[in-house]
């Protein structure tokens, strides 16, 4: 018989760095969860991602049992470790942070594109387009051809 979940939880936390503190703590907390198990198991799922921003979308039972599953970083934290930048533009309209080439442009939706609700890459790619302008980043058109 398969077991019933009863709270569904989700989450950014930086790679590897998963601790009790806020907000993991009390999100797990009032579903009952062992925080400091799914800390553990977390951070040893994460630690080939050091630095990278990771979701995770954690599913919490009756026995208080949970599994979670690793999702793909923000397409636009992705964007701002490309480009190197710390945030995008506050006006994104006006002043431009940077540049996203379209070699950058296809390599994120390529690795995003399972995360996104997109059919192929070059709809993934107008997503993450769409999502750079609004992060005040500039963005090649697709090469002629």
Do not use: W
Request: aromatic share 6%; charged share 25%; hydrophobic share 45%.
């Amino acid at each position: 018989m398969a077991k019933k979940a009863i709270g569904f939880i989700k989450l950014e936390i930086e790679a590897g760095k998963a601790n009790p503190a806020p907000p993991i703590g009390p999100a797990l907390g009032q579903h009952g969860v062992n925080i400091m198990e799914f800390c553990k198991a977390y951070n040893a799922a994460t630690q080939d991602k050091a630095g990278q921003l990771v979701p995770v979308e954690i599913t919490v039972y009756e026995d208080r049992s949970f599994t979670f599953v690793l999702k793909t970083p923000p397409v636009s934290f992705m964007i701002r470790k490309a480009l190197k930048l710390d945030k995008g533009s506050s006006i994104p309209q006006k002043d431009k942070v940077g540049h996203l080439s379209f070699d950058q442009l296809k390599s994120i939706a390529e690795d995003k594109i399972v995360d996104l609700n997109a059919n192929d890459v070059d709809a993934a790619m107008k997503i993450v387009a769409g999502t750079a302008r609004s992060m005040g980043v500039t963005v090649d058109a697709a090469p002629a051809g």
